[in-house]
């Protein structure tokens, strides 16, 4: 299957440039009318190695192929699993309410990086809770379902924008996990350590997929405290040990308590063949926030809270000093910056009505793309973000504070993070992860 880049260069300047230059309303047409004799999507268990690509090529045309990749995979990593990264092919996605999903038998961040650079115990096998937590009456590993020992103890966005905070006055919990091709590369270069990152010399490069074999897959999940006004059979559920980390702010004491938690934001980034700046996917719970400039039709969000007269103002960090552990903090007053566009939106219909037909009830159907910014030049020898489309990206759990179209100040995932680096200071392959090791 060929890249984005390759599927450029092998059309006609004439024909690119017609279609680079389609009409908006040539494409709003098309699209109505493939809609109305365009069956529902197939929903799978089966996580896609490649995006597939279908003629005639367009800007347009590629944005919804990645798109579709989006979705097939945000269903097969959230498909409920029946061994560590292996799904449940046994019952159907939304069966299973609260169930452990794939993604959620991944590696998570605090079982990589370990204090003092310790090496990490291997795939399937995680570290325990810390101590504060205790076990009450969960098993401290358990391969399969993990994740009621699930820790959340981050509670600032990335790059410490600032935290966020839900309209129960609770911090918004955040994680980072890969999957076992990810891991496996990190263990066997010793890129968990400091040590073993200097020592590996170079800049890092994680395998790609192939045709039929899945690459790379790094995640970002964001997760509300539910409380009396969320209605939790809308959310994808799990109990997981809610920390407040002493090492994450300062002032904040050790704190552990067992509590439901609901997916609110859920970020995917794959290394697919042929696209050296990763794919980027965001999802997100559909009642986060309201989109500025259109209707707000909803009397509950879990980011907003309509006809405020006292809120703060719209996407702005709570002041400091940040602390978890506060019983209550002033909520996050969150509207999204950039709208989704009418093709992602009738994408997104399409996936939800297959998960209803699928599993009537389905608490998938109350998830959303927000879009996928993909390298439109990925072999660029100028520009080694590859040109990124949509040029912004942002999740309004993830990124709430530089959502906007300012380039090297607004989000965009491959600009962004074609500035990490290693411990070492050498390029980390698109991810911040590596920074993390002791």
Not at 128 to 150: E, M, R, S, Y
Not at 190 to 213: I, R, V
Not at 313 to 330: C, E, F, I, L
Not at 352 to 379: C, F, H, R
């Amino acid at each position: 299957m060929k890249n984005s880049t390759l599927l450029f260069s092998a059309l006609p300047a004439a024909l690119l440039l017609s279609a680079c230059n389609t009409t908006a309303t040539e494409n709003k047409q098309a699209a109505a009318g493939q809609a109305a004799v365009t069956p529902l999507p197939v929903i799978s268990p089966v996580l896609p190695a490649d995006a597939q690509f279908h003629e005639p090529f367009s800007l347009e045309s590629l944005q919804h192929d990645f798109d579709v990749f989006s979705w097939e995979s945000f269903i097969a990593l959230n498909w409920p699993a029946a061994a560590v990264g292996v799904a449940d092919t046994s019952v159907n996605i939304g069966q299973k309410p609260g169930a452990a999903t794939v993604w959620q038998t991944y590696k998570e961040s605090r079982d990589i990086f370990l204090p003092g650079g310790a090496t990490p115990p291997p795939w399937g096998k995680d570290v325990p809770p810390p101590p504060v937590c205790g076990d009450q009456g969960f098993p401290v590993l358990n391969q399969i379902a993990k994740v009621p020992n699930n820790v959340l103890d981050e509670s600032a966005e990335p790059f410490q924008t600032g935290p966020l905070v839900d309209q129960n006055g609770q911090y918004t919990r955040f994680e980072i996990l890969t999957n076992a091709v990810m891991f496996n590369y990190i263990a066997e270069k010793n890129l968990y350590s400091k040590s073993g990152q200097e020592a590996f010399g170079k800049k890092a490069d994680f395998p790609f997929g192939t045709d039929s074999q899945v690459g790379s897959i790094m995640l970002k999940a964001s997760w509300k405290v539910l409380g009396g006004n969320d209605n939790p059979e809308k959310f994808h559920t799990t109990r997981a040990y809610v920390y407040d980390n002493p090492d994450e702010h300062a002032g904040v004491k050790a704190a552990c308590k067992l509590q439901t938690v609901g997916l609110v934001g859920f970020h995917i980034g794959t290394k697919l063949k042929g696209n050296p700046q990763w794919i980027w996917s965001t999802f997100e719970h559909v009642d986060n926030a309201p989109t500025q400039g259109e209707a707000i039709n909803k009397k509950h969000y879990n980011y907003y809270k309509p006809d405020c007269t006292d809120c703060a103002a719209v996407n702005t960090p709570p002041p400091r000093p940040w602390n978890p552990g506060n019983a209550y903090t002033q909520p996050t007053q969150v509207m999204r910056v950039i709208p989704l566009d009418k093709p992602t939106k009738e994408l997104n219909a399409s996936y939800q009505a297959a998960l209803e037909k699928l599993v009537p009830g389905s608490v998938w159907v109350n998830y959303e793309l927000i879009s996928t910014q993909w390298p439109t030049n990925a072999d660029s020898k100028t520009d080694p973000t590859g040109a990124p489309a949509p040029a912004f990206l942002a999740n309004t759990t993830l990124e709430t504070y530089i959502q906007g179209t300012v380039r090297q100040t607004s989000s965009s995932c491959i600009q962004c993070h074609n500035n990490a680096t290693m411990t070492s200071g050498k390029f980390s392959d698109f991810t911040y992860l590596l920074q993390r090791a002791q």
